[in-house]
């Protein structure tokens, strides 16, 4: 019985682990971020929540702006790309307001928290 339960715990230890770099920006949010950005919590941690488009826009507008500051705008990408690639950039980070480093998804590549983002701050 044991080493089944060893056998059961490693599977669904390595499915975990794996499944961050599979899962759709929805996915990962639901995995990761909803705890801090779902709309009935964010107020609480003073984050921007999910689909509340105001706050993201916002958000997109101070990020747009630091990467002028930064002289990291890529010019051949439209503005919402430039805003979007900054706001990885604290995600990745993290910040000193309660923004854990990757959100606390350690796995999740450059793309994952990309999609995570444009989901956030989407409508959908
Ligand atoms: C422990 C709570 C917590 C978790 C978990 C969390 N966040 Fe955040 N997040 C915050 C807070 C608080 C802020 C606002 C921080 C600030 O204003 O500096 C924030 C801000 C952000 C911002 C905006 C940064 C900016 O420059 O304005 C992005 C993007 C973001 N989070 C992405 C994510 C993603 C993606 C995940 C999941 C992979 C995640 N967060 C998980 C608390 C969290």
């Known amino acids: ?3 089944l339960y060893l056998i ?3 599977v ?5 682990s794996l499944s961050a770099e599979s ?3 929805k996915d990962i949010f639901d995995r990761y971020c909803t705890v801090c950005h779902s709309p009935g919590m964010a107020s609480m941690f003073g984050a921007p929540a999910a689909q509340d488009l105001s706050a ?4 997109k507008k ?4 630091r990467a002028v500051e930064k002289n990291s705008i890529v010019a051949d990408k439209p503005k919402d790309w430039n805003s979007i690639n900054e706001l990885l950039e604290t995600a990745k980070s993290g910040t000193d307001k309660g923004m854990p480093p990757k959100g606390t998804c350690s796995d999740c590549t ?6 995570v983002i444009e989901f956030m701050s989407s409508s959908e």
């Open 62 to 65: 101070l990020a747009y702006d």
């Open 8 to 10: 059961f715990s490693f």
């Open 23 to 25: 899962g759709s920006g």
């Open 56 to 59: 993201w826009n916002e958000r």
């Open 110 to 115: 450059d793309e994952n928290l990309v999609s």
């Open 12 to 16: 669904l230890f390595f499915s975990f």
């Open 1 to 3: 019985m044991r080493i």
